[in-house]
Nanobody, 124 residues
Framework: QVQLVDSGGGLVQPGGSLKLSCAAN????????FAWFRQAPGKERELVAC????????DYQPSVKGRFTISTDTAKNALYLQMDSLNTDDTGVYYC?????????????????WGQGAQVTVSS
């Protein structure tokens, strides 16, 4: 089972950008779905963005579509989330997650490996 480590969180002003990274300690070549979830203060964890390899499909939560971009680098065994035009509603802890088989889904139990979380705070 691959282990994941999130990084890149921090404090940013509204309208700013951040790029989160997720490093895997093993090959991601056999992973079929890569995802980012987030948990805002006082709320449940939710799917933000997901990429299904075998269909080439990108899924985004409506509130982040057009602002966030999920990407992968198989050669570096890495997953990224580029976040632009951030607003205060984007504040939360962001987690990368992967599943070896199956498609993207908002069902968190389908993902077998998780990062430890990266805090993103959007505030002026």
């Amino acid at each position: 089972q691959v282990q994941l480590v999130d990084s890149g969180g921090g404090l940013v002003q509204p309208g700013g950008s951040l790029k989160l990274s997720c490093a895997a300690n093993g090959s991601t070549a056999s992973i079929n779905a890569f995802a980012w979830f987030r948990q805002a203060p006082g709320k449940e964890r939710e799917l933000v963005a997901c990429f299904t390899v075998n269909t080439g499909t990108y899924d985004y939560q409506p509130s982040v579509k057009g602002r966030f971009t999920i990407s992968t680098d198989t050669a570096k065994n890495a997953l990224y989330l580029q976040m632009d035009s951030l607003n205060t509603d984007d504040t939360g802890v962001y987690y990368c997650a992967v599943r070896r088989w199956g498609l993207c889904t908002s069902n968190q139990r389908a993902f077998s490996s998780w990062g430890q979380g990266a805090q993103v705070t959007v505030s002026s």
